[in-house]
């Protein structure tokens, strides 16, 4: 099966890009030549079909027919998958946020709120974007990238594209035996934290149109949730719904994992195949199979941006 082989050549471009280490400039070159040498093949077999074909016959263990997969085409799935690996590396010099972590000095951040807050009982915790650092006893800005997560007090109210200026100290996110949290930010990108952060607002709406009305209607729908039914349950249809699940409490949470089905809260195959279905049954008889298969598709996926794109989601 070709798409077989391809992810198993891109899964191997991802481990040759953990082991050898080779820059961004190098894969993205690779991938390049390799593009241009399958389009260029393919307009000189158009017009000369007596030109070989670049091929390459692999087994198939499930017993069907050999496939004739390009082996240039396997080369640039490999190339991507080394790409991808290096563009989710952090770069760490003078202009990335994490290289001011643990200084013990207060500094100045400027950048945008890119996720909804995290609202929780005592904080809030933002994710920013930022873009200029400077010290609290200085007037110039720096310039600097990455992503940071910052800790204010409980009821500040910031929303989804704000510009905030924050001031406090950066620290490197914590791990000891039994959890890594500097490990599970990384797994999002975020590399620096601010654990006493306090905000003040540069502009307001400076995020994404299509993201700020889809949070926008997913803290609607939450509102909703909590007006017509009492909690635990509101929490409960938030998590499955809309994949905010912070508010069910921790004995349901607790009686879901001991029974085996804490896999109905997280929003994952089984409930995106049922929203697709849905999809799919009301704009296939509305708009008939074919517009309404792409209706669909817009549909699951502003769905999935919707309840947070997280990687579950994203597979579902």
Not at 7 to 12: P, Y
Not at 143 to 153: D, K, T
Not at 216 to 224: D, H, K, P, S, T
Request: glycine share 8%; net charge neutral.
């Amino acid at each position: 099966m070709p798409l077989l082989w391809l992810s198993l050549m891109f899964m191997a471009g991802v481990w040759l890009g953990h082991l050898f280490g080779w820059p961004l400039l190098i894969w993205g070159s690779l991938a390049g030549a390799v593009f241009l040498v399958l389009i260029v093949h393919s307009i000189l077999v158009r017009f000369f079909s007596t030109l070989p074909a670049l091929t390459l016959r692999l087994p198939n263990p499930d017993g069907f027919p050999a496939s004739h997969l390009s082996v240039f085409l396997l080369l640039f799935s490999l190339s991507l998958g080394g790409l991808r690996y290096q563009m989710v590396q952090p770069v760490w010099d003078g202009q990335f946020i994490a290289s001011y972590n643990d200084l013990e000095r207060e500094v100045v951040i400027q950048g945008e709120v890119v996720l909804p807050p995290d609202e929780r009982d005592r904080y809030t915790q933002l994710t920013v974007r930022v873009d200029q650092i400077r010290a609290a006893d200085e007037l110039s800005n720096r310039p600097v990238s990455g992503l940071l997560l910052a800790r204010l007090s409980h009821g500040s109210d910031w929303d989804y594209g704000d510009r905030l200026a924050l001031s406090g100290t950066l620290e490197t996110p914590s791990e000891n035996e039994d959890f890594s949290y500097r490990a599970y930010l990384a797994r999002q990108c975020i590399y620096a934290y601010m654990p006493s952060a306090q905000a003040a607002l540069v502009t307001h709406g400076q995020g994404n149109w299509v993201l700020a009305r889809l949070y926008a209607l997913r803290e609607c729908g939450i509102r909703v949730l909590y007006r017509i039914f009492p909690d635990p349950e509101a929490s409960l249809l938030a998590g499955i719904l809309l994949g905010v699940d912070k508010n069910i409490p921790d004995q349901v949470m607790q009686a879901f994992q001991d029974s085996g089905t804490a896999h109905i809260i997280a929003i994952s195959g089984f409930n995106m195949t049922i929203v697709a279905g849905l999809f799919a049954a009301l704009f296939g008889r509305l708009l008939g199979r074919r517009k309404g298969a792409v209706a669909s598709l817009i549909a699951i996926t502003l769905y999935t941006l919707l309840v947070g794109a997280a990687p579950p989601v994203v597979r579902a």
